[in-house]
């Protein structure tokens, strides 16, 4: 009998592979970062090679580490960046240029002409999305026109569209399978909501042959499809059993299976989603309607996206210098019983729900002679939970129902001091699972479930764990006078690199 479940974890800033049991405990983990590149201001930029290798390598690490073999996988499962867009030749499988990730910023102008043309109403309605340069659909129409001749080979299929997943599956297939799933796909801004496919007006809209698209599928390749798919690991043959874009991954990782229930997950970006049922629930605060899975049968949820959460940290580190270690952040803020007046926006790459502001960009306010590097690290964590409370509120309007609890997930949820004032500022329980690591969990939950290694979504319920509830600890009325703050720290920085 197989005994474990191998998640691949394909992030903003590394590769992890992760093996997980029966109990949903990790058994062995391994990681490699890879390089950002940014050559000019407002674009990221990934190696697609490079995101591959280390990749792979950690596939080979985390076997090494458990002493496993391949014959020891019930289901490998794969859980990614979701907005990040490669394109490579179908015949050689190279790259033809940098993968542009989901933090660029070079299409602006784009969506800008799109939305002065009156576009936007009928994208979102179609695909529950807004015309932002963060999402899929520009930045392969700005390779497809940048790449000389690049357009003309896609039309003709020489060409392959992906995002993160499909990048993996087509290197794990051995160049057999061009795919991706429903929950990535719903990040392009060409998948229509309602039909899980691609929308031929979308397609036209932003000019992309379908011919270069990757086949959508469900996220649980079992319920409702032709079974799991075969990949390849270290030359042996395993099912692939789930796909899943990495917040719907830890959406579904949380054990958030009812509408209502939401999680947060605090990593490079902060991302928070709400279920919300088998219909898409469009939102009136400029929030997002996505795909959270399919198994069988799609779900939907809300969400409400931050560019720039646990990066603000990698700011503090390889930026400024204040801290040799992320992990060091929190005692450096421990260092000031609070903020000093201090706010900080960390808006590098503009800002996301519910401003969605392309032009803003990061500021410090409410400086003294007494700010000290104390004072910059509290702000620069604040600033974290100050963005996840802008989004809850409007999700709560836009859903007509309080929350009575927000899962949180990601690196970032380690910090106590982060976590307790996140619960401050929202006024409900903050709860922490035991396994932390629920993006590769959900992915795993999703081909475990495809291949019979767990029965039921009822057997997962009854494995999750919590490890620590911080309650709220300061009354309403201070928690609106520090998000008033913050509204106006946030007025500051909106439009900032705006051309005249």
Not at 185 to 190: E, F, G, I, Q
Not at 382 to 387: D, H, K, L, P, R
Not at 418 to 431: E, I, N, R, T, W
Not at 474 to 493: C, F, K, Y
Request: hydrophobic share 40%.
């Amino acid at each position: 009998m197989s005994r474990y479940v191998l998640a691949l974890d394909q992030g903003t800033t590394s590769s992890r592979s992760i093996l997980f049991d029966h109990r949903g405990n990790i058994v062995a983990s391994a990681q490699r970062e890879f390089r950002q590149y940014f050559p000019q201001p407002g674009w990221v930029e990934h190696d697609a090679d490079e995101i591959w290798i280390s990749q792979a390598v950690t596939i080979a690490e985390v076997l090494a580490r458990a002493e496993a073999t391949p014959a020891d996988l019930a289901a490998v499962g794969i859980t990614n960046q979701r907005e990040t867009v490669v394109l490579w030749d179908r015949v050689t499988g190279h790259p033809l240029a940098p993968a542009i990730v989901w933090q660029d910023r070079r299409t602006a102008d784009h969506c800008d002409a799109l939305k002065a043309a009156g576009h936007e109403a009928r994208v979102s309605q179609r695909t529950g999305l807004l015309l932002d340069p963060y999402f899929s659909g520009t930045k392969i129409a700005w390779l497809l026109d940048s790449i000389p001749g690049a357009r003309a080979a896609a039309g003709r299929g020489e060409l392959c569209f992906g995002t993160v997943d499909s990048w993996l599956i087509w290197k794990l297939s051995e160049h057999r399978l061009h795919v991706t799933d429903v929950t990535n796909a719903s990040r392009t801004l060409l998948l229509d909501l309602r039909t899980g496919q691609w929308d031929e007006e979308m397609l036209e809209l932003f000019r992309v042959p379908r011919a270069c698209l990757p086949e959508v599928l469900p996220s649980s390749l079992g319920a409702g499809t032709s079974g799991p798919l075969e990949v390849s690991i270290e030359g042996v043959t395993v099912p692939l059993g789930g796909i899943a874009g990495d917040q719907q991954a830890a959406l579904f990782g949380q054990n958030c299976l009812h509408p209502g229930m939401a999680k947060n997950t605090y990593g490079t970006g902060c991302f928070m989603l709400m279920n919300t049922g088998d219909a898409p629930l469009m939102s009136k605060n400029r929030l997002l309607t996505t795909v959270a899975w399919d198994r069988g049968g799609r779900r939907y949820a809300l969400e409400g996206s931050v560019f720039v959460a646990g990066a603000v940290v990698q700011w503090l580190r390889d930026g400024l210098g204040l801290i040799e270690r992320s992990a060091d952040v929190e005692a450096l803020a421990e260092t000031v019983p609070d903020n000093g007046g201090m706010f900080l926006v960390p808006a590098f790459t503009g800002l996301g729900s519910p401003h969605w502001d392309a032009y803003a960009r990061g500021t410090m306010v409410g400086m003294s002679r007494g700010t000290t590097r104390g004072h910059i690290a509290r702000a620069a964590l604040e600033s974290i939970a100050f963005q996840s409370a802008e989004l809850l509120k409007a999700m709560q309007q836009d859903a007509g129902q309080d929350l009575i609890e927000l899962r949180v997930d990601g690196g970032a949820t380690a910090n106590d001091l982060l976590m307790q004032f996140q619960a401050d500022l929202l006024g409900v329980p903050v709860v922490r699972p035991r396994v932390t690591e629920t993006t590769a969990l959900g992915a795993a939950y999703l081909a475990g479930l495809a291949t019979g290694f767990w029965s039921s979504a009822e057997e997962l319920e009854s494995i999750w764990q919590v490890q620590r509830r911080f309650e709220p600890r300061i009354g309403r009325d201070r928690a609106a006078g520090l998000m008033e703050q913050w509204s106006r720290a946030v007025e500051r920085s909106r439009g900032w690199s705006r051309p005249d």
